[in-house]
């Protein structure tokens, strides 16, 4: 058994994932899904930590001590690579209770030493990348969670939808035309056959806005 994985995104009518002003709707309507786990990209996780920084301290190599009342998500990062080395921004945010790291066979041991020291939850699945079925698994298993929700560009969500591992994609319509220099969700969509989709949600969101959710059927 896996968890329901619901496909968060917000898009231009143009179809971009980027260039937005506003990411206010976007983020009030993920809050909605109440899931209880985050997925977010490591090159989405880079791209926020270009604007914020700071530098690590003691108190950042030390597990949060979670509440059980406490209904923040967690955040899930795959990370094969290992190549971010600044989760402590993460794990200081506000919106999450802590991060939770999916690895492969192939990751660097020097990363896996620094999840370590600083006491990080990661999951080992995948020979290269992450296989992300078998973490779902783990993830429904081991920390009973129910209800994955995306944040991530479309390299994973493209991804996670090929693998079949998608049960739901939920677009935030945004009233603004970006232009190609920005990329859009669904430029890497492979697939083998056509996914069928049944509209189970649209709403006009502040005048302006679009909310479409559809089921993959
Ligand atoms: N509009 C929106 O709703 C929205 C939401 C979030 C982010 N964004 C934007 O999206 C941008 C990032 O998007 P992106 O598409 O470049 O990256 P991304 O969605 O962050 O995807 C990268 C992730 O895909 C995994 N991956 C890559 N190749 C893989 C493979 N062959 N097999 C399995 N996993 C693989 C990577 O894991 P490894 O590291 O293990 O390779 C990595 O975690 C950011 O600039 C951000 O601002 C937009």
Redesign the pocket.
């Known amino acids: 058994m896996r968890p329901k994985v619901v496909v968060?995104?917000?898009?231009s009518l143009d179809g971009?994932?980027?260039g937005?002003d506003d990411?206010g709707v976007?983020y009030r309507l993920a809050a909605q899904f109440n899931a209880e786990m985050v997925l977010?990209?490591?090159?989405?996780?880079?791209?926020?930590a270009e604007y914020f920084n700071p530098p690590e301290t003691e108190k950042d190599f030390i597990k949060p001590v979670i509440d059980p009342n406490d209904s923040r998500p967690f955040a899930i990062?795959?990370?094969?690579?290992g190549?971010?080395w600044n989760l402590h921004l993460f794990r200081n945010m506000e919106y999450v209770k802590d991060v939770i790291i999916?690895?492969?066979k192939t990751?660097p041991q020097t990363y896996l030493n620094y999840l370590k020291e600083r006491n990080y939850d990661f999951i080992i699945c995948?020979e290269?990348?992450?296989?992300?079925r078998k973490a779902f698994e783990i993830l429904y298993n081991q920390y009973n969670c129910r209800l994955i929700r995306?944040?991530?560009?479309?390299?994973?969500?493209?991804?996670l939808i090929s693998q079949g591992l998608v049960d739901e994609i939920s677009l935030?319509v945004s009233p603004c035309l970006v232009g190609n220099s920005n990329?859009s969700?669904f430029r890497?969509l492979s697939l083998q056959d056509k996914i069928q989709l049944k509209l189970v949600c649209s709403e006009i969101i502040d005048d302006n806005y679009l909310s479409l959710i559809y089921k993959i059927v």
Not at 40 to 48: K, Y
Not at 77 to 81: G, L, N, T
């Open positions: 968060h995104a917000q898009i971009c994932i980027k937005f990411t976007y977010f990209g490591s090159n989405t996780v880079s791209a926020a990062v795959p990370d094969s690579r190549k971010l999916l690895v492969s990751t995948g290269d990348h992450v296989d992300y995306t944040d991530s560009g479309g390299i994973l969500t493209n991804i935030v990329p969700l890497s």
